[in-house]
Nanobody
Framework: QAQLVESGGGSVQAGGSLRLSCTASRFIFRGRCMGWFRQFPGKERERIAAIDNSGNTNYADSVKGRFTISQDNAKNTLLLQMNSLKPEDTAMYYC????????????????WGQGTQVTVSS
């Protein structure tokens, strides 16, 4: 069964840190490009970080230098370390899984988690 489950969201003060986790079913994790997205109320979902099976990553300019995407292959888990959080990072965060053996720049996402809320207060 294809499943992605996010955790680690919550409330934090500006300047703080959170680490999001996304645990995936094995067959939609191994060898696949994966990404983190966020969605502001009334806005479209935007990709903020992605990683492919070679370990290549890319980031949206808004989070570059503050967020780090990584994988724990032993646990089929995608991670997002978020540091120096700002109130404008407040959003619903989603993880997604894409096609196998596709580069991070070409990834097309087919599986989505339910999301976890991140709230940053000033």
């Amino acid at each position: 069964q294809a499943q992605l489950v996010e955790s680690g969201g919550g409330s934090v003060q500006a300047g703080g840190s959170l680490r999001l986790s996304c645990t995936a079913s094995r067959f939609i994790f191994r060898g696949r490009c994966m990404g983190w997205f966020r969605q502001f109320p009334g806005k479209e979902r935007e990709r903020i970080a992605a990683i492919d099976n070679s370990g290549n990553t890319n980031y949206a300019d808004s989070v570059k230098g503050r967020f780090t995407i990584s994988q724990d292959n032993a646990k089929n888990t995608l991670l997002l370390q978020m540091n120096s959080l700002k109130p404008e990072d407040t959003a619903m965060y989603y993880c997604a899984s894409g096609s196998p053996y596709i580069s991070v720049s070409s990834c097309r996402y087919a599986y989505w988690g339910q999301g976890t809320q991140v709230t940053v207060s000033s």
